[in-house]
């Protein structure tokens, strides 16, 4: 571990602008590699007991008979991926593109505040998750329940960021597009919707993590495919080593999901860049 | 003809005991095609008199018209430099300054010509993509004034244009407002606390005074500006050097000074 600490200090100094990304990405990469190696040592030392928590051979194990042959929980890593993904998308798209209009609408004219307000101060406090007992029943162990957790799941943060997105827009940019006689349409497409738009992004990634975590819970209910499910039966099996090439899918999926995210972020704001 | 007329305005904001009068019956006229700057301590009512002349703030009593017809709402016949700038940071240069000649449905040929030389004026060849957050306080003002410009506004409300700029780009811009108000005259209503730059640029300056905010005096510089024959100098320093210019300067200093009340502290 002193030696990590050592490692870090030693390529963090005397970093410059230039390079200071590339030194980033060498000192991640040796936290990993040092993290790996201590797991390595932790557990053919005996440190940590080989029951609780599953060696590097053992995850490797796991690993390779999901994701090759001969799968796990009746399919492929790649199956179960696919499945969640589809979920998390279908719950995800379903609920901004009804949120982010929603939100931006309520930002917009005080009628539509005064409006929908009401309604969604009822379901802004109820977490996500305690819709599902009521997908279930309404939609039984389906596909469409989960889509429905993950649909409030994601809606929330969707409206909430989008309203906040429109009333920080300053004021005079405001008054300068009444100024200069800019019509209602153009004042949405050209004024409201970028002014908002650095603040509708925190809420979809807000909203893409909602969906990750409410995916995971809904699945752990029962599926016939899915993250979730691999993790639910790995628990049931108490496979520990499974348990954890679960985690490590999770997060590689939202860790993916989000680096797509940031990419069209960046491509729908050009005028962030330096 | 496009006057700004102020009649009996008054401006009253808030309620109860926070209620204050902002304006107090204040009353003048910015002829057409005459450059007023308007002076006075911060908080006198400045901005709150331009906003009505551009139609973002209404008077609790008396009114304001523009051109004869009462001002109801915002428009781009009365183009305004904010004091923030205002530039939409998600449109570059040029499309800052096109937008507003989108919305009165130039056609696409002269719009063209148009930002080009408004572009030019402003000396802003070569940032026509830049976006607003990489340009320096002053090209900003330049692109704020642009934008403005190209318009084609009867009237032009700046409010504090050059505040923010250092004191050379404000030299320059001052001498460039000057030269474009030489070529093409408007009716300005042009708001500073720089008591220079109010005698360098108007034709009348008109003096104000806090709590509430009225009208204290309004000095014509026009007059000493054709008899002392300003225009044949070219730099602002060498007008400032004149004789008739300091005496005008220290009279409205004097006039802001005498409103230095001692209770206020
Ligand atoms: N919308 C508003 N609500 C409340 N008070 C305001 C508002 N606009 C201006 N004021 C107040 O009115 C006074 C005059 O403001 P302003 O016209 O901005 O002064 P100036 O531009 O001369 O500094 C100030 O005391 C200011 O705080
Ligand atoms: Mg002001």
Known sequence: ?274 | MADIVLDGVSRVFGHGDKRFVALDKVSYTVADNEFVAVVGPSGCGKTTCMRMAAGLEFPTSGTCKVGGKIVDRPGPDRAVVFQQFALFPWKTVQQNIDFGLRSLNVPRSEAGDRIAASIKLMGLEGYEAAYPHQLSGGMQQRVAIARAYVLNPQVLLMDEPFGALDAQTRTVMQEELLRVGRINPRTVMFITHAVEEAVYLADRVIVMTRRPGRIKETIDVKPVRLAEKWDNYERIEDVMDLESFVHLRTRIWRLLREQHDPADH
């Open chain 1, 1 to 274: 571990m002193r030696a990590l600490t050592f490692l870090l200090l030693e390529s963090g100094a005397g970093m410059t602008g230039a390079d200071s990304g590339k030194t980033r990405l060498v000192v991640g990469g040796a936290t990993i590699a040092g993290l790996i190696a201590a797991w390595y040592i932790a557990s053919t030392t005996g440190a940590i007991p080989k029951l609780d928590f599953p060696s590097p051979e053992q995850f490797v194990a796991a690993a390779r008979q999901v994701v090759v042959e001969p799968g796990f929980a009746d399919g492929l890593l790649f199956d179960h991926l696919l499945h969640s993904v589809k979920i998390i998308l279908l719950g995800f798209f379903a609920a901004t593109a009804i949120g982010v209009p929603l939100g931006l609408w309520m930002g917009w004219s005080r009628t539509a505040e005064a409006l929908i307000n009401p309604i969604f101060l009822l379901i802004r406090p109820i977490p996500a998750l305690a819709w599902i007992p009521l997908a279930i029943v309404w939609l039984g162990l389906d596909d469409a329940a989960k889509v429905m957790v993950l649909w409030f799941a994601a809606f929330v943060p969707s409206v909430i960021n989008s309203y906040t997105g429109v009333r920080s827009i300053d004021r005079p940019i405001i008054e300068a597009s009444r100024m200069l006689g800019i019509g209602r349409m153009a004042v949405i497409t050209d004024v409201i919707v970028p002014g908002a738009l650095p603040s509708i992004f925190t809420g979809l990634r807000l909203s893409l993590q909602g969906c990750l975590t409410a995916l995971v819970a809904a699945e752990l209910l029962g599926a016939i495919l899915g993250l979730g499910k691999v993790l639910y039966q790995a628990g049931l099996d108490i496979y520990p080593a499974m348990i954890l090439v679960g985690m490590v899918a999770v997060a590689l999926t939202g860790f993916v999901l989000t680096a797509l995210l940031d990419v069209v972020e960046s491509r729908s704001m050009p005028w962030r860049k330096r």
